[in-house]
């Protein structure tokens, strides 16, 4: 059972990782305009980099 | 002045004052230009990728624009652009574009209110979500039966996870049961936030003391499924209300003044009574006023339900909201903004409304029987194991927790907003809007149904009647005299003479008395199309215009109001399916009485005023109807806020809108019959969904009270009856 002192500690990190991606992106506004953004994937004008 | 406070001090002084004087004058300079415009434009046909470049493309070309963005979801593009831009100057290029464009109000869409309280619920969600995850993992191996020091430990860890969760997450439940304790009503989030509160309080307790049940899991969940009904909820809301917002901001309440011979163009708060106001033919009255110069014809169908235009010349006075059409009218400002009659009309909605508060929704309903009878039986069950065990009161706080939690109020807190979102997806597709929660569910109720006439059955744009019984000659005079005029009678001609393809005469010196008609002259000889009076013609009782010919002859063209699409179809649809219909105007007995026949209507009222038709509404509400009210005018807002339900079409003015329940947006009226059919639907679901958690709560209750409840069975049945419940929801088609 020693092992779950690892465990339970590492998957508790990993979610938190998801946990902080979640609000990261959430923060960043990346669910304004779904529709736009799944549009914008298909346009050429800004492959290089997004736009400001 | 520094100077004047120290003289003697070391002061560089300039023999230049204007170098003292110049920065001072660059940073005044500086704060008088206006910041960066940002302005908001409607662009409602964007609907792929190639739109998105277009738009913004062509925008980011034009001269003085910073950047722009679409947003393709809300069909907006935001644009930053140096002050000197207006709306109008991004309007035209994106009309060559091919793209529709409106400006809107940006004042009025306050979305970003609405925005951050959605962001807020969705980021509740996601850490209950990610709690919930970890906690239920933790939880599987104390149900499949770890003991001892892992149970312990496992609680613990949970503990440390969900108490966090519990106090940051579960603030709305905590918020909106503490308000309305404070208001002396037990809302469904007070029995939520007991569960929560007593679940970590005797888990806590547990935890320490090596007990077997601790509740984490189940109230981590509870938090979770919670949220999500409260998310669902909270963006059927403001997806209508931004949609809402958006045709108010669509109305940029301007007015040109008239200052010292200079037009200026001003927002409506800015006016003060006494300015002078230029109103253009085909613009709205801002303001209530006298009108001091001009001569003009009043299109009031908004306010009074009269298709017929009314002569308008100066000492006469108008009220805002009036169409001015034919020719420009210099009116001195009465009344404005707040004291003009359109926000007199508010008071009478805010008289009726208080009436439509009395409305209790089913979801408050079933708060309101569950609340007490979960507390009786917890309260209960405690006393009863206080008593059978002789005093052992951890497990009686054990067992009237588990009792409170298993009860499953997620299922009831999910039954109504699941539907909701359900119906209203599938409205708003239909082009209705929903606008208040308890809409639905106040349709379903509906037995009669209450129109008004013009605007909402009728287009109010006149059609020609009897043009065809007209000599191809009146008619081509007709068809050459028209061309000059914006009035909607003469439109109405002119697009009929094209449609039937009559080649309009050639008529020279054409011009337009503001106020009577248009006249010219067909080979030297006057020719006058308009009022009776003016070319000396007999007015008659219908809407007309008059034509008079060189030799002395009058031709009278009659028109009636143009049926709005579907307007037939839904009236007998609804007959059919037993409503009573009604139909009440404010417009002339023979009008109303003609538009009835047509419809097949046989219960009208004519010349009815606002007071008339709130009393109506009174009148049928307490003979035991539930009424529905359909109209757009501001002459139907009391009506409309007093019926048990209300739609308005989204040409209706302001007041209108705002006082109804569903805005139907698009101009097909049979989407309201559907909506109906809907609300029935939706109702029926929701009650389902209360019947579908009662029986859970049967099940799981007896189970609780005889102190057999786990959190692994608070889990299941409260799982089993979230999904259950969602999946009723979206069986409402």
């Known amino acids: 059972m020693e092992v779950l002192t690892i465990l339970i500690p590492v ?27 799944a549009n914008r994937i298909l346009s050429p004008d800004w492959d290089d980099r997004p736009k400001p | 002045m520094s100077l004047a406070a120290d003289p003697e001090g070391p002061i560089p002084l300039s023999a ?21 415009a940002r302005l908001t434009l409607s662009i409602p046909e964007a609907h792929c990728a190639a739109c998105i470049s277009t738009v913004e493309k062509g925008l980011e070309k034009l001269e003085g624009v910073k950047s722009a963005r679409v947003n393709l979801t809300l069909k907006r593009v935001f644009v930053e652009a140096d002050p000197g ?32 309280k959605g962001r807020e619920l ?43 969760t519990v106090i940051f997450c579960a603030q709305p439940f905590f918020k909106s049961a503490w308000d309305g304790l404070k208001a002396g009503r037990v809302v469904m989030d007070f029995p939520i936030a007991l569960a929560m509160v007593l679940g970590c309080a005797i888990s806590i307790f547990e935890t320490l003391n090596s007990g077997p049940h601790a509740y984490f899991d189940g109230i981590v969940m509870l938090t979770f499924f919670l949220l999500i009904g409260r998310w669902l909820d909270h963006r059927t809301r403001a997806m209508a209300r931004s949609a809402a917002q958006e045709l108010a901001a669509l109305e940029v309440p301007r007015a040109i003044r008239l200052r010292e011979g200079v037009e200026e163009t001003v927002g409506i708060a800015d006016l003060a009574k006494g300015d002078l106001v230029l109103v253009r033919p085909g613009g709205r009255m801002p303001v209530d006023g006298e009108i001091v110069a001009g001569t003009s014809e009043l299109d009031r169908s908004l306010l009074t339900g009269e298709v017929l235009p009314v002569f308008a010349a100066p000492g006469q006075v108008v009220s805002a909201g009036e169409v001015n059409l034919t020719g420009p009218l210099t009116v001195r400002v009465e009344a404005a903004g707040r004291d003009s009659s359109l926000s007199r009309m508010a008071e009478l909605v805010a008289v009726a409304e208080t009436a439509k508060t009395r409305y209790t929704g089913l979801a408050d309903a079933a708060a309101r029987l569950y609340a007490p009878v979960v507390h009786t039986l917890a309260f209960g069950a405690f006393m009863a194991w206080l008593w059978i065990s002789g005093g052992d009161l951890r497990l009686a ?92 009678l003469a439109l109405s001609l002119r697009a009929r003479s094209e449609a039937d393809g009559i080649a309009p005469l050639q008529i020279s010196d054409l011009r337009e ?31 007309a215009t008059y034509l008079m010919l060189p030799d002395g002859s009058t031709h009278a063209f009659t028109f009636t109001d143009a049926l709005r699409p579907g307007a037939e179809e839904l009236i007998s649809t609804l007959q059919s399916r037993g409503l009573t219909v009604k139909l009440i105007s404010g417009d002339t007995p023979a009008a109303v009485a003609s538009l009835a026949g047509r419809l097949g209507i046989s219960d009208w009222a004519a010349e009815a005023r606002p007071e008339d038709k709130a009393a109506e509404v009174e009148r049928l509400r307490d003979a035991g109807r539930h009424v529905l009210m359909v109209g757009d005018g501001l002459n139907d807002t009391a009506a409309l806020a007093a019926a048990h339900a209300s739609i308005s079409p989204s040409t209706a003015l302001d007041a209108a809108r705002v006082a109804s329940d569903i805005v139907l947006l698009s101009k097909d009226l049979t989407p309201v019959a559907e909506a109906l059919r809907l609300s029935k639907v939706a109702t029926r679901r929701m009650q389902e969904n209360f019947v579908i958690s009662g029986a859970y709560n049967v099940i799981a209750v007896p189970v609780a009270l005889l102190g057999y409840a786990s959190p692994l ?10 999904i259950t419940v969602a999946l009723n929801a979206l069986r409402t088609r």
């Open chain 2, 397 to 488: 706080v054990n067992i009237a927790a588990g009792t409170l939690i298993i009860t499953c109020p997620c299922a009831l807190g999910l039954a109504v907003p699941a539907v909701l979102t359900a119906a209203s997806g599938r409205l708003f597709k239909l082009g209705l809007l929903i606008k208040s929660g308890t809409a639905l569910e106040r349709m379903a109720a509906v037995d009669t149904v209450l129109f008004d006439k013009t605007g909402t059955l009728t287009m109010g744009r006149p059609e020609p009647v009897n043009f065809t019984d007209h000599s191809a000659e009146v008619l081509s005079v007709v068809a050459g005299l028209t061309g000059a005029s914006s009035h909607p």
């Open chain 2, 16 to 36: 230049c004052p204007a170098c003292i004087a110049a920065p001072a004058a660059e940073d005044l300079a500086r704060r008088a230009q206006p910041k960066a």
């Open chain 2, 122 to 164: 969705i980021m509740r969600i996601g850490i209950s979500g990610f709690a919930m995850m970890n906690v239920n993992l933790l939880s599987v191996a104390v149900w499949v039966g770890a003991t001892d020091a892992t149970r312990d430990m496992f609680h613990t860890i949970a503990g440390l996870i969900a108490i966090p």
């Open chain 2, 713 to 722: 069975w608070a889990a299941v049945a409260m799982s089993l009856s979230s």
């Open chain 2, 513 to 543: 008395v503001p106020g009577f008609g248009i006249e010219g002259l067909l080979d030297g000889l006057r020719v006058r199309l308009g009022r009776a009076a003016w070319v000396g013609a007999e007015e008659r009782a219908e809407t």
């Open chain 2, 85 to 116: 831009i207006a709306a109008a100057d991004l309007i035209a290029p994106l009309k060559t574009l091919g793209y529709e464009a409106h400006e809107l109000d940006p004042g009025l869409l306050s979305s970003t209110e609405n925005d951050r």
């Open chain 1, 11 to 37: 998957s508790l990190f990993m979610g938190g990782i998801g946990l902080v991606a979640f609000l990261w992106s959430m923060k960043n506004r990346q669910y304004d305009d779904p529709k736009g953004d």
